[in-house]
């Protein structure tokens, strides 16, 4: 499938993926009110921890490798199999070893919450998390668009018809049954979800994901790897080090109004992502710089979509918020308003930060998410006991916008590359509208 195809299909799917997550996370905010969206917020903080510790990032070295050759994509789908099977045993002995210790427990658990099955609702997300990164990264690779769409759709559809399920019979389960039975739904919605992964995968991929064993082959895909990994290491405090800190000073209520902030905000990355899905194949696989300038179209394309949509949420969350999640949920919309400036930023950098990569320049990703951490733990802590979550929301906004700054910065001076018409449109990005959406009339 062509780029301009590939954009095409992808941001058509992204509309109705979009409300379909949406309307999921509506009726699961209402179901578990403050206290049990904080808790879940935590419990899913935790299985996306764990899932990019183990993970080692390879779902990017996956795409890299793939986009490039039919050896190199073999021999990345058999370092991600060697790594699944080490993964399946060495989970469950982190998770029994950190329940098992009191002073560890808290921070994996919510108060309360000890049964086992919070433990196996951890572990199932964490490894059939893992599948489908590496299916979607090979897809990605192979510039399989349409299947990746499709799984997209199909993964909202789940979470929406099961969470639509739920709020209609909600007057069955007891309240203290509530959060069990909404990860309940979560958990066989990701199942779903993992069984047409690896359909698509037999159909599509058709290479046999047999284990390597030889360090020749395992070594370059693991050091192109564990760059990204460390990068993401870092990058997870920029993401999640607020949530544990909102929750240590200011307990689950709190933490439940900055998870519907945050949520809300971050439904604007729907923008960058597949431009960033679609590009990347594009990108790795191009042999000089002919990308460049439809990239850089792109990039201002997706700062002023999103820039447009901050303004207009931040305009109307006072009365938006409260109409969608309930009035209690009122003290989510100054952060989220504080948050929406850094978010215009991520996503932006988000995109950006393909070409630094691209450039072999992948380390300076990491110098640049270092940044944003020191800056988060820094603001976290000096701004979150005073101000709650909108000194969380405020600290967020410093560490993206530091991110931004750096990768500029390594365009500019590293890749000697203009960054001034990355942000503003210009004239001819209207007729590259066009040319999408009109791609069957001859736009190739």
């Known amino acids: 499938m062509s780029l301009k195809r590939g954009i095409f299909y992808t941001f058509l799917t992204q509309a109705p993926t979009l409300v379909l997550f949406f309307g999921a996370s509506l009726a699961m905010t209402r179901l578990l009110g403050d206290v049990g969206r904080g808790e879940y917020a935590l419990l899913t903080n935790n299985a996306a921890l764990l899932t990019m510790l183990f993970g080692l990032n390879l779902g990017f070295a996956i795409i890299y490798y793939t986009s490039r050759s039919d050896t190199e994509a073999r021999a990345s789908i058999g370092t991600a199999?060697?790594?699944?099977?080490?993964?399946?045993?060495?989970?469950?002995?982190?998770?029994?070893?950190?329940?098992?210790?009191?002073?560890?427990?808290?921070?994996?658990?919510?108060?309360?919450?000890?049964?086992w099955g919070y433990l196996g609702y951890i572990y199932l997300t964490v490894m059939l998390g893992l599948v489908n990164i590496a299916i979607s990264s090979v897809l990605l690779g192979l510039k399989k668009f349409k299947a990746l769409n499709g799984l997209s759709l199909l993964n909202a559809g789940l979470s929406a018809t099961g969470f639509a399920l739920l709020y209609w019979f909600r007057h069955k389960v007891a309240p203290t049954d509530m959060l069990p039975t909404v990860l309940f739904v979560t958990s066989a919605a990701l199942v779903l979800q993992s069984c047409v992964s690896i359909g698509l995968y037999v159909h599509h991929v058709r290479i046999a994901p047999w284990p390597v064993r030889s360090w020749t082959t395992l070594r370059p895909i693991l050091a192109f790897s564990l760059v990204a990994h460390l990068s993401h290491l870092v990058n997870l405090i920029n993401y999640r080090f607020d949530v544990w800190v909102v929750d240590n000073y200011h307990g689950a209520a709190e933490l439940g109004l900055y998870a519907v902030a945050v949520?809300?905000?971050?439904?604007?990355?729907?923008?960058?992502?597949?431009?960033t899905r679609v590009v990347q194949p594009f990108l790795f696989g191009q042999v000089k710089d002919e990308m460049l300038s439809r990239y850089k179209a792109i990039a201002r394309l997706n700062f002023t979509a999103v820039l447009l949509l901050s303004l207009l949420l931040c305009a109307t969350a006072y009365w938006v918020v409260p109409l969608l999640f309930g009035e209690v949920f009122r003290g989510s919309v100054l952060a989220l308003q504080l948050l929406l400036p850094g978010i215009v930023c991520s996503a932006s950098a988000k995109l950006l930060s393909t070409l630094v990569v691209h450039g072999g320049l992948q380390r300076f990703s990491l110098?640049?998410?270092?940044?944003?951490?020191?800056?988060?733990?820094?603001?976290d802590l000096l701004l979150i006991?005073?101000?709650?979550?909108?000194?969380?929301?405020?600290?967020?906004?410093?560490?993206?916008?530091?991110?931004?700054?750096v990768v500029l910065l390594v365009i500019r001076f590293r890749l000697s590359i203009p960054v001034h018409d990355l942000f503003l449109p210009k004239?001819?990005?209207?007729?590259?509208?066009?040319?999408?959406?009109?791609w069957k009339s001859g736009a190739q």
């Open 81 to 115: 199999a060697s790594l699944l099977l080490l993964n399946m045993g060495l989970v469950p002995i982190v998770l029994l070893i950190v329940s098992g210790s009191s002073e560890l427990s808290p921070f994996l658990l919510p108060d309360g919450r000890t049964h």
């Open 263 to 275: 949520g809300v905000a971050q439904l604007l990355f729907y923008i960058p992502e597949p431009l």
């Open 367 to 379: 110098y640049a998410t270092i940044v944003g951490a020191v800056l988060t733990i820094t603001f």
């Open 385 to 405: 006991p005073r101000w709650g979550i909108a000194g969380a929301a405020l600290a967020s906004t410093v560490s993206y916008a530091s991110i931004l700054v």
């Open 427 to 438: 004239a001819d990005d209207i007729r590259l509208l066009r040319n999408y959406a009109s």
